[in-house]
């Protein structure tokens, strides 16, 4: 048999595995490309319609954002994930079709001017609805299987709510082959999710390597560095506003200030929630507690809510979030997107940024390019919605809440794969992963350690 890289080689999005076995074609997530791609790039180099299965890892776009547009390539098999990955996967994926959709009016509306023509959204609502059919939910130990020769286990990967890494058991020329997908690994004590669950056996690991190079701050430490962000901001009568990523960030994010608020670290304040996804997906958090951790589950079942405390606004029509303005000081402001490259947090930055009073918090990766890295690459004016912006408010990066494992969290869960002898690296920037490569080699002298480029075949 053998494995293809259509995705998340050397970079981080559009995970995308091809494993082909005589009897079965299996995808290992089918993510979107995010960042400088355009839609010919979203294109399958394969044939879907011969696809058999799909196991989706995890509920994030780079992971799932292409699943309706396998299903117009003429994909029919089924696709197979966690409850909650295919719940949170709805979410994302409307979201995903509407921000597409907005975007392609803008666009074609300047093309129509210059008398050219833009291509249509990859998928629209519609095809996201037909997509629901072909989803096949599994619980996280439950061993599936796919033929008499093909069986897998889904384990918690512990990144987001319901994610998780796939150990195969392919049998092929009467030997037994066991592969590892690592999917999204999470960092350790967060919290809501688990820490990553130990894999068991495994010759061969694909592994990502997202931030391979270093690693983390303590969470302890990044809710002391908020508490400094939120009481600069109040003791000048300024606000707080925070850039988030709408599914697990926001969450997480809630969870730190209603702590916060109970050991009365947390001033009187008003704490808005600006984001109609991140609203929808803490709902559908707390409708999931068999994926929590032991503290957030025990919380719920003696009937409190780990995200809500007496400061939290709920703003979901545009008419609530516009009226944010009107509150001068003393609020922290949550929005998307994550990375200031659109939503409602343009808003919010383009009333306050200029203002040195107020604080901006960082707590999610900015990529290159984003409005996000300008600002905290220290730009002193930023362009929002045309209009030159100073950045006088003060900027706090705060490292600590990563989903993601760190190299010594990467390592550590390798050490415990019994039988290693082939180490993949996948999801990370080529510098990041070349230097990860070099530290698993030291660590693992007896393990062969590659990185796959694009469409590379690897015999298994
Ligand atoms: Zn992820």
């Known amino acids: 048999m053998r494995i293809i890289a259509y995705g998340a080689v050397e970079g981080v999005t559009g995970s ?3 494993l082909e076995h005589e009897e079965c074609k299996i995808l290992v997530d089918c993510g979107l490309f995010q960042g400088d791609f355009d839609s010919t790039d979203q294109e399958f180099p394969f044939n879907a319609s011969k696809i058999d299965f799909v196991i989706i890892t995890h509920a ?3 992971h799932i954002g292409r699943i309706p547009l396998l299903i117009k390539r003429g994909f029919k098999g089924k696709i197979i994930c966690t409850k909650a990955t295919f719940e949170l996967g709805r979410l994302m994926l409307i979201d995903a079709a509407k921000v597409m959709y907005e975007d392609y009016l803008v666009k074609s509306r300047k093309a129509e001017r210059r008398g050219e023509s833009v291509n249509p959204p990859l998928y629209t609502e519609d095809d996201i609805i037909e997509s629901y059919d072909y989803f096949k939910t599994v619980e996280y130990k439950e061993t599936m299987r796919l033929n008499k020769n093909i069986t897998f286990t889904l384990k918690d990967a512990g990144h987001i709510l319901g994610s998780s890494y796939i150990q195969f058991s392919i ?5 037994e082959k066991k592969i590892i997908f690592s999917g999204d690994l999470g960092n350790r004590n967060k919290p809501i999710v688990r820490n990553p669950s130990p894999p068991d056996d495994g010759e061969t690991v694909f592994i990502e390597a997202t931030y391979g190079d270093r690693e983390h701050k303590k969470f302890d430490e990044s809710k002391r560095e908020l508490k400094e962000a939120i009481d600069y901001a109040f003791k000048n009568n300024g606000n707080v506003i925070i850039p988030t990523f709408a599914l697990e960030r926001a969450q997480e994010l809630l969870y730190l200030l209603r702590e916060m608020y109970e050991e009365k670290l947390l001033p009187p304040c008003k704490v808005f929630l600006d984001s109609p996804l991140a609203i929808s997906a803490t709902e559908l958090f707390k409708r999931h507690i068999e994926y929590f951790d032991k503290e957030a589950c025990d919380m719920i079942k003696k009937g409190r809510d780990p995200f809500s405390f007496p400061y939290l606004i709920y703003t979901r029509s545009v008419e609530e979030s516009k009226s944010i303005n009107y509150y001068r000081g003393n609020s922290i402001i949550i929005a998307g997107s994550g990375m200031c490259n659109g939503g409602r947090i343009l808003h919010h930055l383009k009333h306050n940024l200029w203002n040195p009073n107020n604080s901006i918090v960082f707590i999610g990766f900015q990529a290159k390019g984003t409005l996000g890295r300008k600002i905290v690459d220290g730009e002193r004016f930023v362009n929002i919605y045309g209009e030159q912006i100073k950045v006088n408010a003060r900027v706090f990066t705060i490292n ?5 494992a760190d190299k010594l969290i990467l390592k550590n869960w390798l050490s415990q794969i019994k039988s290693l ?13 070349e230097k990860f490569s070099q530290y698993l080699k030291e660590s693992f002298s007896e393990v062969n350690v590659c990185i796959p480029k694009f ?6």
């Open 16 to 18: 995308c595995f091809l």
């Open 60 to 62: 994030h776009l780079d």
């Open 171 to 175: 049998h092929e020329g009467g030997k």
């Open 400 to 404: 600590g809440f990563s989903s993601h």
């Open 421 to 433: 002898k082939n180490i993949y690296l996948i999801h990370g920037e080529k510098d990041i992963m």
């Open 455 to 460: 469409g590379e075949a690897i015999e298994i």
